[in-house]
């Protein structure tokens, strides 16, 4: 009877309609698939920066472009630290290195050696300008007449060694220009040798090469591209005998994610195949239904791309990620066809799509009010995941009803149905139901309580550190490099503005002499600024000011150290030097000087206003972080931005956002199916819901905080279990009823999938691959629970056809 | 980054190299032009009449002559040096001062707190310096070599030998014109002349090589840099 190959009783009828459509869907896929890579060149890839994510209207414009402009410029800069006890094997393994990098060259600049004569008229470049230059130490000491000042300049010409000097004698009497230099020189931390940049520290030379990326070399593309070429330096630098070689820069983070997400998707996407041929394949003794499933995930997918590409300039790496997982609820439309080939009697796929249609476009169109809800959110990024995720369902779903049919010709011929066939189908008949089990209704109402009690006593995590901890090798070589730089740390920083350079350098200044009282109290570690090279020319002109009255004025410390020296001569000569002396250090040229090369990176330019950060040296802790906001708002001009937080603030945006969509998403599901079901409808809502509820309750009532990416789940589940509940309510045909093995199916597929994401290594896709596993296998339990008792006459039909099928196999 | 020419700090090293000549050794290489090789003659001949010490402390008298003051500055004290550890340097008078110089740092010591220190080990080029000298120390022939070149000396028996070295390092030459030494079983003594026209002369005496240095001298010369 099952599977005989006897004419059908009526002819599997094909609407008029079907070929036309399902070609003219053929057209719009191929249009679409076609215009893609143009489209993809011409908006530059895949957008990666996690600023992009947040709303725009959220912050201040100018601030959020200069951000933007350091971040880009810090995400493009990559430095290698090679480091060996010999000088000349570090340099040797560094030009291996440089040389292996130089084969990028179309993605990558090297910086060009250090020209040492450029570097040998640093003094004199200083040494115009030193009347104006001061370190804060010697400042106070002058403030204080500079007796000490006078005793150490005495010390040290008695002394045949002692700090090295810059200038003779007479054009700087008290060493403060050579204090300033060295002070400079100290808080660089590294030198120059064999036009080099070198650093020693315990006992090992590092020699240091910066590259920095182009800017078309962001793409995803050419980080792939990239990253074994810069993993290929790093060897060559081993192979040419360096010890040790550290590595830091956004660029090695972003090749070792990509690597590592491409393993754990490819985890789960095998883990998923396996599923999908184990659950779909083996029942069915055929490919086919594999294809079938996958077939509308796949146009879906495309489709989805397509649409996001069209509709906004760039789409983001991210939306790509969760989209797809998104998009792969459409896989509930294959199975749920596919699985009516196992319906009694000859398989005729128009007729048995007719019968399912209702299901699948309920199933469509409460998913779609839900992803819609979440296109409606102000963040971009959810704007882009939502639309991405409704297109790509709509997409799945043109397929599976356009096409799947024609693919679905004699599907069920010749099948075999698998013992556990009937084994679920006895299994649904002796499910627990809410309205009679109190057990259940004990075990449902004490779950939902402490879901409840969970949300009560819910904390959320937002802190990308948290969600997200890099390979530690990198961050380790990270710390090392910023050791070895005394790098300040480039995510948390003073963005400080001004009318012109003059102005900027004054606000520094100000938050500088702020800051010095914060590394007193051992708040900060330090900070880098360009004032502390270009002091402002106000500043100049007080010290100028300063060393007139206390130094070179009758009776000041010059007038001491050269009598002590019985010398008169040499201080009017001396005092010469100073008055001749009067062209104040700017910053113009000093940017234009090799000198600048260490910091040049703190001005971002002149447009319309100047623009400067000063780096925090150390990572500063939270509550450190909000003194030093409120520290930075105290002057003019002069915003502290953090980006960690930045990307914090973007996930927690994103989280309580999606904590008011998950809610409301289910009201206008349940409003959405009322329409159709009547009273009925919470039958169908109420699994997904409670499912959800638990996913999220009952961990938290365990302690476990909530982030983002558990929510992410949550919308899915939404989508999933929704589809369950209607799958299974729909009213049934006149065999046994397919659809709770369809869901059944449907629910292993996806729990191998993406279940298998709680086993990830990253916090935050383990979050997620965990709270969906609670979610799926909660609403799989409940939907069976929650039907309404079957009439007693249709119950022994199930169990019937069921032996029959035994039968059939012996 | 920036480049500094630093007279002082060569000078330390010129002091300590000078002190330290006891402990080289030349072995002549034979790709050395004839003069090069009667220059090392001299230096074996040097090498041989100085006595090797493993800590070495007396008197000094110096005479610093600098260019644009009329008057020498004049200064004594006592020193102490201990291979491959450092110096340490006491003026005593017109005025007091306390210098210590290790393999990390160059330290300047008042009323037993370090006033000023000088970071060597962070800066590449007072770290080549302090490396020249720890390897004369270490009786490393080829550093010194690779440092200066002998311009001229003799060793004649029974008058004190003298030398007279160049920097081979255009950067330190800069600086220094040339270095002078004299002396019999020790460095007896030093001049250092600056390419601006100092010149610092200094005589040593009362040198002592036979006993151990005294224990504030080896806690100097021992204990780690404070910053």
Redesign the interface.
């Known amino acids: 009877m099952m599977g005989s190959p006897g004419a059908p009783a009526h002819p599997d009828a094909r609407p008029r309609w079907a070929i036309a459509l399902a070609l003219l869907w053929l057209a719009v896929v191929v249009a679409l698939a076609a215009s893609l890579p143009s489209r993809l060149q011409k908006t530059g890839g895949l957008d990666t920066s996690l600023l992009s994510l947040l709303p725009e209207s959220a912050r201040d414009p100018e601030v959020a472009d200069a951000v933007q402009r350091v971040a880009g410029a810090s995400t493009r800069k990559l430095v290698y630290l090679i480091g060996h006890s010999d000088f000349e094997v570090a340099a040797r393994a560094a030009d291996a290195c440089k040389k292996e990098l130089g084969k990028s060259s179309q993605w990558l600049t090297v910086a060009p050696p250090v020209d ?1 004569s450029a ?2 008229s ?2 004199e470049f ?1 040494g115009n300008a030193r009347y104006g230059l001061l370190t804060s130490g010697d400042r106070q000491a002058l403030e204080q007449g500079g007796q000490p000042l006078v ?2 300049a ?13 200038f ?3 054009q700087d009497p008290l060493g403060l220009a050579s204090h300033f ?2 002070e ?3 808080s ?6 064999d036009g080099r940049i ?5 006992g090992m030379t590092w020699i240091m090469l910066p590259a920095e990326l182009r800017s078309d070399a962001m793409g995803f593309s050419a980080q792939q591209a990239l990253a074994p070429v810069l993993s290929e330096a790093v060897r060559a630098a081993r192979r040419a005998g360096a010890k040790q070689v550290f590595r830091s820069g956004f660029i090695f983070h972003a090749a070792e994610a990509a690597t590592h997400a491409n393993q754990e998707v490819s985890t789960i996407g095998l883990g998923s195949l396996i599923g999908v041929i184990l659950l779909m394949w083996l029942p069915f003794g055929s490919p086919r239904p594999v294809l079938l499933v996958l077939l509308p995930v796949g146009i879906g997918t495309l489709f989805a791309f397509g649409v996001d590409l069209w509709m906004f300039d760039r789409v983001h790496l991210l939306t790509l990620v969760f989209g797809s997982s998104i998009v792969g609820v459409a896989e509930d439309f294959g199975v749920h066809f596919v699985c009516g080939a196992l319906e009694e009697g000859p398989f005729e796929p128009w007729t048995y799509m007719r019968h399912i249609r209702r299901g699948l476009a309920l199933a469509l169109l409460t998913t779609l009010v839900g992803y819609f809800a979440l296109a409606a959110l102000p963040f971009p990024g959810l704007r882009q995941m939502g639309l991405f995720g409704a297109a790509g369902l709509f997409g799945g779903w043109v397929t599976a009803v356009l096409w799947v049919p024609f693919l679905a010709k004699n599907l069920g011929k010749g099948r075999k149905v698998p013992r556990f066939v009937p084994g679920l189908v006895r299994m649904e008949a002796a499910w627990p139901r809410l309205s009679r089990s109190r057990v259940l209704q004990g075990v449902v109402a004490v779950l939902f309580g402490a879901s409840l009690l969970g949300f009560a006593k819910v904390h959320t995590i937002d802190d990308v550190r948290a969600l997200y901890d890099s390979v530690p090798e990198l961050s380790h070589e990270d710390g090392e490099v910023r050791r070895l730089l005394r790098l300040a740390v480039g995510s948390q920083f003073f963005l400080v503005r001004g009318e012109n350079a003059e102005e900027l350098l004054q606000r520094e200044e100000a938050l500088t002499r702020v800051l010095a009282n914060e590394r007193h109290s051992g708040t900060l570690d330090g900070w880098q600024a360009l004032s502390d090279s270009v002091p402002s020319a106000k500043t100049q002109a007080q010290t100028r000011e300063l060393l007139q009255r206390v130094v070179f004025a009758p009776g000041g410390a010059a007038e001491r150290l050269f009598n002590t ?3 008169p ?2 201080l009017g ?1 001396a005092r010469a030097a100073f008055a001749a002396q009067t062209r104040p250090l700017d910053l113009p040229a000093w940017l234009g000087s090799p ?1 600048s ?2 910091e040049r990176h703190l001005w971002l330019g002149h447009d319309g206003t100047a623009e400067s950060v000063v780096l925090l040296r150390g990572v500063p802790g939270q509550s450190q972080i909000e003194r030093l906001t409120r520290l930075g708002a105290s002057v003019p001009g002069v915003v502290l931005v953090d980006q960690v937080a930045n990307i914090s603030t973007v996930l927690g945006g994103f989280r309580r956002a999606l904590s008011w969509f998950v809610p409301v998403g289910y009201l206008m599901v349940a409003l959405c199916l009322s329409f159709f079901y009547g009273r009925g409808a919470w039958r169908v809502a109420a699994p997904a819901a409670l499912g959800s509820a638990i996913a999220l309750g009952v961990p938290a009532l365990a302690g476990k905080p909530v982030t983002l990416f558990d929510l992410l789940a949550l919308v899915l589940v939404l989508g999933i279990g929704t589809d369950y509940g209607i799958f299974i309510n729909e009213p049934r045909g006149e065999g046994f009823s397919v659809a709770f093995l369809s869901v059944t199916l449907g629910a292993a597929s996806t729990l191998l999938s993406f279940g298998l994401l709680a086993t990830s290594s990253t916090p935050a896709l383990a979050n997620f691959g965990m709270t969906l596993l609670i979610g799926i296998g909660a609403s799989w339990c409940l939907t069976p629970c929650f039907t309404q008792i079957p009439k007693p006459e249709s119950q022994p039909a199930p169990v019937a056809t069921g032996n029959e099928i035994d039968e059939l196999r012996c | 980054m920036r480049k500094l020419t630093s007279a002082p700090a060569f000078r330390l090293l010129l002091v300590a190299l000078a002190l330290a000549a006891p402990c080289l050794t030349t072995t002549p290489a034979a790709a050395e032009p004839a003069g090069a090789a009667a220059n090392d003659d001299v230096l074996l001949a040097i090498k041989a009449r100085l006595h090797t010490f493993e800590a070495l402390q007396g008197k000094f008298e110096q005479e610093k002559q600098l260019a644009k003051i009329k008057k020498p500055l004049k200064s004594r004290g006592r020193f102490a040096l201990k291979r491959r550890q450092g110096v340490v340097w006491r003026t005593e008078a017109p005025i007091q001062s306390l210098l210590v110089m290790t393999r990390d740092a160059v330290r300047v010591i008042k009323n037993d707190k370090t006033v000023v220190s000088i970071d060597i080990s962070e800066q590449p080029g007072l770290r080549l310096m302090g490396k020249i000298v720890f390897a004369v120390f270490a009786a490393d022939v080829e550093e010194i070599r690779q440092s200066f070149e002998i311009v001229s000396g003799q060793a004649k028996a029974g008058v004190p030998w003298s030398v007279s070295l160049k920097p081979r390092d255009a950067t330190v030459a800069k600086v220094i014109s040339r270095i002078s030494l004299t002396g019999g079983d020790h460095v007896e003594t030093l001049e250092i002349v600056e390419q601006n026209t100092d010149i610092t002369r200094i005589r040593f005496a009362d040198l002592d090589s036979t006993h151990p240095l005294t224990d504030e001298d080896e806690r100097l010369l021992g204990a780690p840099s404070k910053k």
């Open positions: 040492p570097l040998g640093a003094t200083l005793d150490q005495l010390t040290e010409l008695y002394q045949p060694f002692g700090a090295p000097k810059l003779e004698l007479e230099v060295l400079r020189a100290q660089a931390g590294f030198g120059i040798r070198v650093i020693e520290r315990d020296l019985e010398d001569e040499a000569r000198l090369a260490p």
